[in-house]
């Protein structure tokens, strides 16, 4: 899950260089994606929600 999320980050929004990734669970079972990464110089952190109950 982690790579391919990763992946589609990469090939969808090229303007964002990854530089890191980490899993969040939280104690109700859901869980976020914390995407570290480079744009324009600065650095910017993505959180991304994950699982079954996500929502967008």
């Known amino acids: 899950m982690l790579t391919t999320t990763a992946y589609a980050v990469l090939r969808w929004e090229r303007r964002i260089a990854l530089t890191g990734m980490q899993l969040q669970r939280g104690t109700d079972g859901q869980a976020t994606l ?3 990464g480079v744009t324009n110089a600065q650095g910017v ?5 994950v699982g079954s ?4």
């Open 34 to 36: 914390l995407l570290d």
């Open 53 to 56: 109950g996500a929502a967008l």
């Open 45 to 49: 952190q993505l959180d991304v929600p």
